[in-house]
């Protein structure tokens, strides 16, 4: 199934937290999939930060068809094409490249781009784009920013990524624009080296508990 854009953003307004993924290993995706999906946070975000991106896609597209993948870290027009050739529903890119946005465009593939002020939401707005990731997000002003951009931007769709712990995720979420937070502390990677999935699940169960409470 191929998804809309507004389809996603539903999906993670739902979720409220996408897991932020580096794998050394693909055939580590699948337990951790697993442990996801079992726990309440059937969604990932593969950056393309390793080699092992592309493999990992695959493998949750054809064992957890119900698990809805973003590719992350796109940085060029070849990640864009293998993401999409291996399976993502979707791409984030860390900033705002015109090239890349309008690619994915091309490809009918849902794209959030990243911003961090209002010349890249500008550009965004003018390619149609209505859903950003605000990233790194702790860096750039948070929270508060995030309330200063919405002025006068006051439609765009945001997923804050950067910075996000579980101290300040519900103060994100508090804004009724931030559609889903990013984060990686609870998918970190030596947790996931270590093949602790117990632990994630603990974590997952805990994050899931939070922005639910």
């Given at each position: 199934?191929?998804?809309?854009?507004?389809?996603?953003?539903?999906?993670l307004?739902?979720?409220?937290?996408?897991?932020?993924?580096?794998?050394?290993?693909?055939?580590?995706?699948?337990?951790?999939?697993k442990?996801?999906?079992?726990?309440?946070?059937?969604?990932v975000?593969?950056?393309?930060?390793?080699?092992?991106?592309?493999?990992?896609?695959?493998?949750?597209?054809?064992?957890?068809?119900?698990?809805?993948?973003?590719?992350?870290?796109?940085?060029?027009?070849?990640?864009?094409?293998?993401?999409?050739?291996?399976?993502?529903?979707?791409?984030?890119?860390?900033?705002?490249?015109?090239?890349?946005?309008?690619?994915?465009?091309?490809?009918?593939?849902?794209?959030?781009?990243?911003?961090?002020?209002?010349?890249?939401?500008?550009?965004?707005?003018?390619?149609?784009?209505?859903?950003?990731?605000?990233?790194?997000?702790?860096?750039?002003?948070?929270?508060?920013m995030?309330?200063?951009?919405?002025?006068?931007?006051?439609?765009?769709?945001?997923?804050?990524?950067?910075?996000?712990?579980?101290?300040?995720?519900?103060?994100?979420?508090?804004?009724?624009?931030?559609?889903?937070?990013?984060?990686?502390?609870?998918?970190?990677?030596?947790?996931?080296?270590?093949?602790?999935?117990?632990?994630?699940?603990?974590?997952?169960?805990e994050?899931?508990?939070?922005?639910?409470?």
């Amino acid at each position: 199934m191929r998804y809309t854009t507004e389809q996603i953003i539903e999906k993670l307004r739902q979720l409220k937290v996408v897991p932020v993924i580096a794998l050394d290993k693909a055939e580590d995706i699948l337990p951790l999939a697993k442990t996801l999906s079992e726990n309440g946070l059937p969604v990932v975000e593969i950056t393309f930060r390793s080699e092992a991106a592309e493999e990992a896609i695959k493998l949750v597209k054809a064992n957890y068809p119900e698990v809805l993948i973003a590719a992350g870290t796109v940085l060029t027009k070849e990640q864009v094409l293998t993401a999409k050739n291996a399976g993502a529903d979707c791409i984030v890119t860390p900033g705002f490249n015109p090239t890349i946005v309008k690619y994915c465009q091309a490809l009918g593939l849902p794209v959030t781009p990243g911003v961090n002020n209002p010349m890249a939401i500008e550009a965004a707005l003018e390619l149609g784009i209505q859903a950003v990731k605000f990233f790194p997000a702790e860096a750039s002003g948070g929270v508060k920013m995030i309330k200063a951009l919405l002025g006068p931007y006051c439609n765009l769709q945001i997923m804050p990524t950067g910075g996000i712990s579980p101290q300040n995720i519900n103060d994100y979420l508090a804004i009724p624009n931030v559609v889903a937070c990013g984060g990686s502390w609870f998918v970190e990677k030596s947790l996931i080296k270590a093949q602790k999935w117990e632990e994630i699940g603990k974590l997952v169960r805990e994050i899931v508990e939070l922005v639910n409470s």
